[in-house]
């Protein structure tokens, strides 16, 4: 399965800045995920990035403050735009990597990157 | 609404069984998924069901009733090492990962 490293792995950021995280995966992958996980809750998609498209963002999240990169088959960023203290979270990234379970698209993900905005 | 319930927490002894309870109400059905995930670090994949019935993996097995939206998790000779939170997610009819809020597994010695 695919390896996906993940940086930073935490930040502690002030209001009103912006802040990127990178996601680098060791193969090429179509589709890569970008989640947000709040303590003891479930994981959210933020947006799905494919290479030489926009990304497409689920209800709730606005390109203007989660813009994405995608530009290659093996990369990704996840930038926080003017963050606030309700941006503190974790934030994931995830490959699709088909094929290794029949009918099964299992995603690998990044250790994460826990930001904290004061 | 689409809905996955598990429970917030459950402790178990090690070297014992436990069994960690998923159900869902989602539109559609293409797959349910649990995922391992250690304080601090990312999911991992354990276990896939899409068709009803039990799915054994060395220690791990999970099983899926479709007709009760119903998927369970039982690990055995629990170890230390199995202390973390465990994901349930189901695929609905859009192709699109549902998750629950996760089950975090308490083992003691």
């Known amino acids: 399965s695919a390896v996906i490293s993940q940086k930073p792995s935490r930040d502690i950021c002030q209001r009103g800045t912006s802040l990127t995280i990178q996601c680098q995966v060791d193969?090429?992958?179509?589709?890569m995920f970008w989640y947000r996980q709040q303590p003891g809750q479930s994981l959210t998609l933020i947006a799905t990035a494919n290479q030489g498209s926009e990304a497409t963002y689920e209800s709730g999240f606005v390109i203007d403050k989660f813009p994405i990169s995608r530009p290659n088959l093996t990369f990704s960023t996840l930038t926080v735009s003017n963050m606030s203290p309700e941006d503190s979270s974790i934030y994931l990234c995830?490959?699709?990597?088909?094929?290794?379970?029949?009918?099964?698209?299992?995603?690998?993900f990044g250790a994460g990157s826990r930001l904290t905005v004061l | 609404g689409q809905n996955i319930d598990q429970p917030t927490e459950m402790t178990a002894t090690e070297g014992a069984i436990v069994q960690i309870n998923c159900t869902y109400q989602?539109?559609?059905?293409?797959?349910l998924f649990w995922y391992q995930q250690h304080a601090g670090e990312a999911p991992t994949f354990l276990s896939y069901?899409?068709l009803d019935g039990l799915e054994e993996k060395g220690r791990f097995s999970s099983f899926l009733s479709r007709s009760k939206g119903y998927s369970y998790l039982l690990l055995k000779e629990l170890q230390m090492k199995d202390s973390a939170s465990y994901l349930c997610?189901?695929?609905?009819?859009?192709?699109?990962?549902?998750w629950g809020a996760g089950t975090k597994l308490i083992i003691k010695p």
């Open positions: 989602t539109s559609g059905f293409n797959g």
């Open positions: 069901n899409v």
């Open positions: 193969s090429q992958v179509t589709m």
């Open positions: 997610a189901v695929k609905d009819s859009n192709y699109q990962l549902i």
């Open positions: 995830s490959a699709d990597a088909s094929g290794s379970h029949s009918g099964a698209n299992v995603l690998t």
